[in-house]
């Protein structure tokens, strides 16, 4: 895809074109300045409802205390370090050491971004499932990275209601991705945007592969909130002998639903923390004060609260509501067993060859028409799947469209009436 070209005296860095940062990406095209002021927004992940009452209480109470509005330690303050480890000690059967084992971040992406600048040697490769999501490939890149992409591969012929499980790794082409460069696998389950829950079997295969080659391994469980169906979450950290080699990303943003908070945090043994500290302090110094003891207030109460289950069983009426919707249709489309998103098959939706298009879907994948094509017929948008693939693979992607159901169940229901009318359009 074609970057912007800025006329400047001054050459940019050619990391901006490596990681497509310059490029019009799929968020640009797909929003509300471009699509119809009655559109539906199912295709970026943000949430159109509030954090639970009472850790938005707790944020207005922060603001309240005169040192919860000033720097906080890089590590992180102490008593969201400490919640922390409360919630996080049962589930990695360790007991965490708050000042050499937790590290809060500016969201978990900066946190990310923080870990390849604290690990990445330039030419260092990078494997990466796909589809990816699309910030890994700037943060690697601009930290002189490379990245090596490895399918998931979805299910052959599939029709009607199939698992987000299905989609599947294949183990020879995960080992012929390594070689003598390679640092680093980034493992994210739940998947973005696949919906996929690694199993345990398929995390002790990348284990194994992980410790032949001395690689890190970043497990990005921003989603581990959100798992349904009873379907086990397996950290890969727990794993025999991988906590000395993996970091373990969370969001409070994603637990909460609080997005634009931008409270994250790593979890990881020290020779892994300490250095990605030292990254953190330089690229943000500490993140946001109040918001991290709201964040701490929220994880002290979510065991008596039972808030977790409460807010998963909430999701999975969410996930009925376009599941049913998509049923009706008879398009092919993934069950998801974690995370929000569901991907539909759409290479049956048929648009005009002349359909006035705009320049910016023009020259990409096929699902960049119809999700565009469905916006503004339907009255429903959704993201391209093949902006999560190398050029080499984006005909994976190309057949689906990512539909987010992280908004509240009238919005939903809505965008089911409408997506009814997709029916005439099927081929």
Same mark, same amino acid.
């Given at each position: 895809?074609?970057?912007?070209?800025?006329?400047?005296?001054?050459?940019?860095?050619?990391?901006?074109?490596?990681?497509?940062?310059?490029?019009?990406?799929?968020?640009?095209?797909?929003?509300?300045?471009?699509?119809?002021?009655?559109?539906?927004?199912?295709?970026?992940?943000?949430?159109?409802?509030?954090?639970?009452?009472?850790?938005?209480?707790?944020?207005?109470?922060?603001?309240?205390?005169?040192?919860?509005?000033?720097?906080?330690?890089?590590?992180?303050?102490?008593?969201?370090?400490?919640?922390?480890?409360?919630?996080?000690?049962?589930?990695?059967?360790?007991?965490?050491?708050?000042? &050499?084992? *937790?590290? !809060?971040?500016?969201?978990? #992406?900066?946190?990310?971004?923080?870990?390849?600048? @604290?690990? /990445? %040697?330039?030419?260092?490769?990078?494997?990466?499932?796909?589809?990816?999501?699309?910030?890994?490939?700037?943060?690697?890149?601009?930290?002189?990275?490379?990245?090596?992409?490895?399918?998931?591969?979805?299910?052959?012929?599939?029709?009607?209601?199939?698992?987000?499980?299905?989609?599947?790794?294949?183990?020879?082409?995960?080992?012929?991705?390594?070689?003598?460069?390679? &640092?680093? *696998?980034? !493992?994210?389950?739940?998947? #973005?945007?696949?919906?996929?829950?690694?199993?345990? @079997?398929? /995390? %002790?295969?990348?284990?194994?592969?992980?410790?032949?080659?001395?690689?890190?391994?970043?497990?990005?469980?921003?989603?581990?909130?959100?798992?349904?169906?009873?379907?086990?979450?397996?950290?890969?950290?727990?794993?025999?002998?991988?906590?000395?080699?993996?970091?373990?990303?969370?969001?409070?943003?994603?637990?909460?639903?609080?997005?634009?908070?931008?409270?994250?945090?790593?979890?990881?043994?020290?020779?892994?923390?300490?250095?990605?500290?030292?990254?953190?302090?330089?690229?943000?110094?500490?993140?946001?004060?109040?918001?991290?003891?709201?964040?701490?207030?929220?994880?002290?109460?979510?065991?008596?609260?039972?808030?977790?289950?409460?807010?998963?069983?909430?999701?999975?009426?969410?996930?009925?509501?376009?599941?049913?919707?998509?049923?009706?249709?008879?398009?092919?489309?993934?069950?998801?067993?974690?995370?929000?998103?569901?991907?539909?098959?759409?290479?049956?939706?048929?648009?005009?060859?002349?359909?006035?298009?705009?320049?910016?879907?023009?020259?990409?994948?096929?699902?960049?028409?119809?999700?565009?094509?469905?916006?503004?017929?339907?009255?429903?948008?959704?993201?391209?799947?093949?902006?999560?693939?190398?050029?080499?693979?984006?005909?994976?992607?190309?057949?689906?469209?990512?539909?987010?159901?992280?908004?509240?169940?009238?919005?939903?229901?809505?965008?089911?009436?409408?997506?009814?009318?997709?029916?005439?359009?099927?081929?």
């Amino acid at each position: 895809m074609a970057a912007v070209d800025y006329p400047s005296p001054v050459k940019f860095a050619s990391r901006l074109k490596d990681g497509r940062a310059l490029a019009e990406d799929v968020w640009s095209i797909y929003n509300v300045a471009n699509l119809p002021a009655d559109c539906i927004n199912l295709g970026q992940g943000y949430m159109n409802f509030a954090p639970p009452e009472w850790v938005r209480k707790a944020a207005e109470e922060a603001l309240d205390v005169v040192a919860a509005n000033h720097y906080s330690h890089p590590k992180g303050r102490i008593r969201l370090r400490q919640a922390i480890k409360k919630v996080y000690d049962p589930q990695l059967h360790r007991d965490l050491d708050v000042e &050499k084992e *937790i590290l !809060v971040t500016s969201g978990a #992406n900066e946190g990310q971004y923080s870990v390849f600048t @604290a690990f /990445l %040697e330039q030419g260092d490769e990078v494997i990466m499932f796909e589809p990816f999501f699309d910030q890994y490939l700037a943060s690697v890149t601009f930290n002189g990275g490379v990245p090596i992409y490895v399918p998931l591969h979805p299910p052959a012929n599939a029709s009607g209601k199939f698992s987000s499980d299905e989609w599947k790794i294949d183990p020879k082409e995960l080992r012929a991705a390594i070689t003598p460069r390679t &640092k680093m *696998i980034i !493992v994210n389950t739940p998947h #973005n945007p696949v919906g996929k829950v690694f199993t345990r @079997a398929e /995390l %002790e295969m990348i284990a194994s592969l992980a410790k032949e080659h001395n690689l890190l391994v970043m497990a990005d469980e921003v989603y581990d909130t959100l798992v349904f169906d009873g379907k086990e979450h397996v950290r890969i950290a727990t794993l025999p002998g991988m906590w000395d080699r993996t970091v373990t990303v969370g969001s409070a943003g994603k637990s909460f639903a609080a997005t634009g908070w931008r409270v994250g945090w790593l979890i990881g043994p020290e020779y892994i923390i300490r250095p990605t500290l030292a990254a953190s302090t330089r690229i943000v110094f500490c993140s946001n004060s109040p918001l991290q003891e709201a964040a701490a207030a929220g994880l002290e109460q979510v065991q008596e609260r039972k808030f977790f289950q409460t807010q998963t069983a909430e999701y999975a009426e969410r996930r009925k509501v376009l599941t049913d919707c998509f049923d009706t249709l008879g398009l092919p489309y993934t069950n998801p067993e974690g995370s929000y998103f569901i991907l539909l098959d759409i290479s049956r939706v048929k648009f005009p060859d002349d359909y006035a298009f705009p320049q910016s879907v023009l020259g990409r994948g096929r699902d960049f028409k119809a999700c565009w094509f469905i916006a503004l017929e339907v009255g429903v948008s959704s993201i391209p799947v093949s902006e999560f693939y190398c050029i080499e693979h984006a005909n994976i992607g190309e057949v689906y469209a990512r539909f987010s159901f992280c908004k509240d169940v009238d919005t939903l229901r809505h965008a089911s009436q409408r997506l009814q009318n997709l029916k005439q359009y099927i081929v």
